[in-house]
């Protein structure tokens, strides 16, 4: 079944400058982008982004780190899209993620992990549409 997928290529993949490696590694795995940008998060915008989280202990330090310099927001579509991306990115904690995956690679620790992956089919809709209006996605057929 066709689904969508947020990835969110991380401040610290931004700083790293492995945007082209993690897109490169994330096409191979045969997902279509139908909306990528580079942007820079306001502490309310990362703040309303993670919401989910507010309250929990590492909530303002997640909305300190994706506010901290530009990050990569892409939908992405394929069949079983949640948990091949999910698969291709790896555990939450590099040190948990299995070998090369994208986190086990290249990510620093759990807090500094590169990417951010949707984690239901749900989520993923709504997670798109908190970066991108249906107009910016192109349907890749």
Known sequence: M????LAILKP????????????ARIEKAGFKILGMKKI?????????????????????????FMSSAPCVPIAL?????????RTLIGATDPKDAAPGTIRKLFADNKGENIV????????????IGYF????ELIELG
């Open 132 to 135: 991108f209006s249906e107009k």
């Open 116 to 127: 951010h992956g949707s984690d239901s089919p749900e989520n993923g809709k709504i997670e």
């Open 12 to 23: 610290d993949c931004v700083r790293k400058n492995l945007t082209g490696e993690v897109i």
């Open 2 to 5: 066709i689904e969508r997928t």
């Open 77 to 85: 579509e394929k069949d079983n899209a949640i948990a091949d991306y």
């Open 40 to 64: 820079k998060l306001t502490k309310e915008t990362a703040g309303g982004f993670y919401a989910v989280h507010k309250g929990k202990p590492f909530y303002e330090g997640l909305v300190e």
